[in-house]
């Protein structure tokens, strides 16, 4: 791929100088999904091009946590069926020692979607859950923003033949890394300033939606008939945050979202997904779920029905939201044409919600109250956070106000204001 060196520093450097913002003799750890231990192998060339692009901005030291998919299907195949609800012993508070050191945190993913198709739905979830709850310490900091920290991806050959089955590998993984880069900005001039201008962009909208002070959201679409209530004090963000040392930083590379946190108790309704979720090596396609005062009541899949039940039964947290994001469907990403059946991309083709844990940043003083209190503010608190998405075309939302009045916030899947 005669442009691919040049696509990898381009995206190594947005990642450092945007992504994380690494501020000289900060150190930065590189990870990757966790129930696989780390950043795939098939990063590398990725993963050392942000080292050096690191090392460049003053970085004292830069580690990677190393994970392979052909070593996490080893497990499935092999290991004891009675160990799947055993974690590494040292990953969990490792990953809490960097992000109370003030370590940059950067996760890589180049994960392939259907790693785990063919394995027991019993055994993923184990893993998952397994996972989930010994990384709570850690998630809980990235929920209040403790240290700086990013998500970006990486190209791999199987996630590649994924979103282009109808071509060879090498062209598959070529066209991929193309739509990475086009839709990170990294074919503009200036990728760090086009992604700065980006971010100015969305604030200004989440500025708009957090003057409006909505006591709901009303949506309305095939498939959607949903109320989501909004506490008191919910803070609209976008796609910059900033850490407690001041550092601003974007959270996800891509992103196209506003988001916020609903009410834990306050979500009635059915809601449909509008694209396939991939989580935990598996797909979950084609789910219905159905909410009363905010937990989900009844829940259908065309695939991964089992995994999508299970996911939901984590813990008490599982079953309730715990953020709420619009994206309008004109997005670059949504207009691609492209199913990315990754997380990171899909979610920023679609408004979408999150079942699980609510982010601490989201409600004003949120991070610095105890759970309970949280709770009591309408935060919601879980070990798991998995977004899916339920925006499309025919999306209408409605924003009401605290005297019932309602106003338009999108039709059509567009800002009903532009």
Known sequence: MRNLQAILRAHADLAVKVGVNLQPGQRLLVIGPLANGGVALEAAPLVREIAASAYRAGARLVEALWGDEALQLARFRLAPRDSFDETSRFLPAALVEHADAGDAILSVYANDPDQLKDEDPGLITAVQQATARAARPFRERISRNATNWSVVAAAAPAWARRVFPDV???????????????????????PVAAW?????????????????????????????????????????????????????????????????????????????????????????????????????????????????????????????LGEVALVPHGSPISQSGLLFYNTLFD??????????SAYTFTLAGGAALSDHDFERAGGNRSAVHVDFMIGSGGLDIDGVRHDGATEPLMRAGEWAEA
């Open 168 to 190: 060879d590998q090498d062209r598959a993984l070529e066209r991929l890394w193309d739509t990475i880069a086009r839709l990170c900005r990294l074919d503009a001039p200036d």
């Open 196 to 320: 700065r201008s980006h971010l100015e962009s969305l604030t200004m909208r989440k500025d708009r939606l957090n003057q409006s002070r909505y006591k709901a959201l009303r949506y309305r679409g095939p498939g959607i008939d949903l109320t989501i209530g909004l506490p008191e004090g919910h803070v609209w963000v976008s796609g910059q945050s900033t850490s407690p040392r001041g550092i601003a930083f974007a959270p996800n590379i891509p992103t196209e979202e506003v988001f916020t946190l609903p009410h834990k108790d306050r979500v009635d309704g059915v809601v449909s997904s509008s694209r396939p979720l991939s989580y935990g090596g598996t797909l979950i396609d084609d789910f219905r779920i159905e909410f009363i005062e905010g937990r989900a009541v009844r829940a259908t899949a065309a695939k991964g029905e089992a995994v999508l039940r299970e996911l939901i039964g984590t813990d008490g947290g599982a079953a309730r």
């Open 347 to 356: 979610e920023n083709a679609a408004s979408h919600v999150a079942l699980g």
